[in-house]
């Protein structure tokens, strides 16, 4: 196994934090997600995101391949690929309303909760790509979590700014 592998998909260890190493991955994510919007805004973070997603399926895959386990725990990567996808909605508005994206704090904790609740209990399709068993399915399920959690932070915005007026 490569040292590079197990660093990243730990996050240089981060995974190997106890309880809950999926919750300090997702922790993680949100000061490195904020320091990527404010260096680059919404294309710089995509492009990120993406590429995080790439390195980290290939972190994944090259971690788990003599394992009996297809997904430990210490494996946090994904975490932080879908949280960053929850995160989307907020660092778009911010670039597109030229927004202070600290601003926007009540959309980083629902994106927060609202990931870690999909990507603990897994419902319908975060399920689905659980299940494939393999390193695509690692990254997978975090990676629909974080979609479900954004169109959650999106529709909690409209919520929160159109019916309510906030």
């Known amino acids: 196994m490569s040292a590079l592998a197990r660093i990243i998909s730990t996050l240089g260890g981060i995974g190997y934090l106890r309880p809950g ?5 997702s922790l993680a994510a949100l000061p490195l997600a904020w320091a990527i919007h ?5 294309t710089f973070f995509l492009v990120v995101l993406v590429a995080v997603t790439l390195v980290g399926w290939w972190a994944v895959r090259t971690t788990t391949q003599d394992l009996a386990e297809h997904d430990p725990s210490e494996i946090v990567i994904d975490e932080v690929a879908g949280q960053w996808v929850a995160l989307l909605p907020l660092s778009y508005s911010a670039t ?12 980083w904790i629902a994106a927060f909760v609202l990931f870690r ?4 209990f897994k419902p319908g399709p975060v399920r689905w790509a659980d299940r494939r068993g393999d390193a ?26 159109g019916v309510l007026g906030i």
């Open 21 to 25: 190493p999926g919750t300090w991955g």
């Open 38 to 42: 404010i260096l680059g805004g919404f």
């Open 96 to 107: 597109t309303m030229q927004l202070d994206i600290s601003a926007l704090w009540p959309g």
């Open 117 to 120: 609740l999909f990507d603990i």
């Open 136 to 161: 695509l399915g690692v990254m997978l399920d975090d990676l629909v979590a974080g979609l479900i959690a954004a169109v959650g932070v999106i529709l909690l915005a409209g919520l929160a700014h």
